[in-house]
């Protein structure tokens, strides 16, 4: 008899609480990651923002902008995301949720307004 378990394989990175001097309306991320595999954006990597201390989540939807000058294999993707539907807050988190082990995380950047 042959037993087996299906296991999903994915990291999350969460960011500690930046602080805005005002609570933001939107939100934009910029990630700098390469390919290990063929990844689906906004599947394989899911980008998502918080402006009340990560309790409540928004999904941003990141586009390929390109590859990163003198960079072999290093993508930029962005994306901006109305937050303004969250609870008041001015303590942003960014999560990241990458899955099936498709992609390497070089940096990310958060700006809000």
């Known amino acids: 008899r042959l037993t087996c378990a ?8 969460i960011t500690n609480a930046f602080t805005a001097s005002s609570t933001p309306s939107t939100a934009r991320m910029v990630v700098f990651q390469e390919n290990v595999d063929t990844p689906t954006l906004n599947t394989d990597i899911i980008a998502q923002v918080s402006r009340n201390n990560g309790t409540t989540l928004s999904t941003v939807t990141l586009a390929d902008e390109g590859y990163v000058t003198g960079s072999s294999g290093q993508r930029i993707l962005a ?28 940096g990310v950047s958060l700006a809000w307004a």
Do not use: A, E, Y
Not at 93 to 105: A, M, Y
């Open 79 to 106: 994306g901006t995301v109305d937050i303004s539907g969250q609870p008041s807050g001015t303590n942003l988190r960014w999560k990241l949720t990458l899955q099936n082990n498709q992609v390497k995380v070089h």
């Open 6 to 13: 299906i296991m999903s394989v994915f990291t999350t990175i």
